[in-house]
């Protein structure tokens, strides 16, 4: 729809209503208040036409459709690319939309159909699909970085090293270092020289000497192997729950995103 077009229905709304819904201005165009809580009425209704739109794919002969996921870096190197690199060949009309961020999105209002995390992090109301075995977290320095500081043999002695941290979008604040052993749980705010949140390059800065990092240790095995990186803290550090890709409970599955979830879906 053309802008002209669309401004002149909006107008023609506000005048059946009485009421301004877009504050204009030369340089922008925003909701008013009344516009706001349309917007927050509407949003649920237009969400549900969506999905029964997207629903009616099951009367064409193979499934088709866009799918967005929200996932973190690691889990769509080490497990949404491998299955979809398979699959979307032989099925042409589906498109996969990965979006990467280490915050929890809100499915509804940022438009996913689901998003992967660990099981530990998605919420009761979910429908929650194991992608992935359990995994652990390793952390890690190069060798050049312990020949200058001693290797910590508690958690709590992190906060003495030089580290590497991760941004996390949602809190608006770095990933607090998580561990566990005989029933204790410490949590450690880490400090350090640098900040990313792309895992690539917090396993490039560890290779480098510039301090520890706190990252899955599948990600890392080929460096410790190589005697590139070496572990502390091992002990510290027990199985997690493995990735789950996550949906709406209410969701109505379109013959695509039920076709993905079964190729996803883990098999021990």
Same mark, same amino acid.
């Given at each position: 729809?053309?802008q002209?077009?669309?401004?002149?229905?909006?107008?023609?709304?506000?005048?059946r209503?009485?009421? @301004?819904?877009?504050?204009? %201005?030369? @340089?922008?165009?925003?909701? %008013?208040?009344?516009g706001?809580?349309?917007?927050?009425?509407?949003?649920p209704?237009?969400?549900?036409?969506?999905? %029964?739109?997207?629903?009616?794919?099951?009367?064409?002969?193979?499934?088709?459709?866009?799918?967005?996921?929200?996932?973190?870096?690691?889990?769509? !190197?080490?497990?949404?690319?491998?299955?979809?690199?398979?699959?979307?060949?032989?099925?042409?009309?589906?498109?996969?939309?990965?979006?990467?961020?280490?915050?929890?999105?809100?499915?509804?209002?940022?438009?996913?159909?689901?998003?992967?995390?660990?099981?530990?992090?998605?919420?009761?109301?979910?429908?929650?699909?194991?992608?992935?075995? !359990?995994?652990?977290?390793?952390?890690?320095?190069?060798?050049?970085?312990?020949?200058?500081?001693?290797?910590?043999? @508690?958690?709590?002695?992190l906060?003495?090293?030089?580290?590497?941290?991760?941004?996390?979008?949602?809190?608006?604040?770095?990933?607090?270092?998580?561990?566990?052993k005989?029933?204790? !749980?410490?949590?450690?705010?880490?400090?350090?020289?640098? %900040?990313f949140?792309?895992?690539?390059?917090?396993?490039?800065?560890?290779?480098?000497?510039?301090?520890?990092?706190?990252?899955?240790?599948?990600?890392?095995?080929?460096?410790?192997? !190589?005697?590139?990186?070496?572990?502390?803290?091992?002990?510290?550090?027990?199985?997690?729950p493995?990735?789950?890709?996550?949906?709406?409970?209410?969701?109505?599955?379109?013959?695509?995103?039920?076709?993905?979830?079964?190729a996803?879906?883990?098999?021990?």
């Amino acid at each position: 729809m053309s802008q002209p077009a669309l401004s002149q229905i909006i107008r023609r709304l506000e005048g059946r209503l009485g009421l @301004r819904l877009l504050r204009r %201005t030369t @340089r922008s165009v925003s909701p %008013t208040e009344v516009g706001e809580r349309i917007l927050d009425a509407l949003a649920p209704a237009l969400s549900t036409l969506d999905e %029964t739109l997207a629903g009616l794919t099951a009367l064409r002969d193979k499934p088709s459709g866009t799918i967005r996921i929200t996932s973190v870096e690691h889990a769509a !190197e080490a497990i949404l690319y491998p299955v979809l690199k398979t699959l979307l060949p032989n099925y042409p009309d589906i498109k996969v939309e990965i979006v990467l961020d280490y915050g929890l999105a809100d499915l509804a209002a940022e438009r996913f159909d689901a998003g992967v995390r660990l099981g530990e992090h998605v919420d009761k109301d979910m429908i929650a699909v194991r992608i992935a075995p !359990e995994m652990r977290q390793a952390v890690v320095g190069s060798p050049d970085y312990f020949e200058r500081h001693p290797p910590p043999r @508690r958690p709590q002695e992190l906060v003495a090293h030089q580290c590497i941290n991760l941004w996390l979008s949602e809190a608006r604040g770095n990933y607090v270092w998580e561990f566990k052993k005989g029933g204790r !749980e410490p949590k450690v705010r880490v400090n350090g020289p640098l %900040t990313f949140n792309d895992i690539a390059l917090m396993r490039t800065a560890a290779l480098d000497g510039l301090g520890l990092v706190n990252l899955p240790e599948n990600y890392v095995s080929q460096f410790l192997k !190589e005697g590139r990186l070496v572990r502390v803290l091992d002990d510290w550090c027990p199985p997690l729950p493995g990735y789950h890709l996550y949906y709406p409970s209410r969701r109505q599955p379109t013959p695509a995103f039920s076709l993905i979830v079964e190729a996803l879906r883990h098999r021990s």
